[in-house]
């Protein structure tokens, strides 16, 4: 048999499977905690903020 033996999902790989899911379905915003850490992404504006640190930034949508 080909392939990768023992392939987990990644934390990362389910983070961005939930943000592709939240924006295919039209949401505006997305908020997630990772690790105690608060985030909100919008979608519209494509940023994230970090409630816990009270930071924004600019994110954007790439193929995988």
Known sequence: TGGRKNKGTTD???E???FEAAY???VAE???VIDSW???INFTE???YSHTTGTER???RVSV
């Open 58 to 60: 600019k994110v954007e």
């Open 24 to 26: 295919q379905s039209g």
């Open 16 to 18: 961005t499977a939930l």
């Open 12 to 14: 990362e790989e389910v």
């Open 30 to 32: 997305f908020d997630l």
């Open 38 to 40: 608060e985030y909100s």
């Open 46 to 48: 494509m940023t994230q």
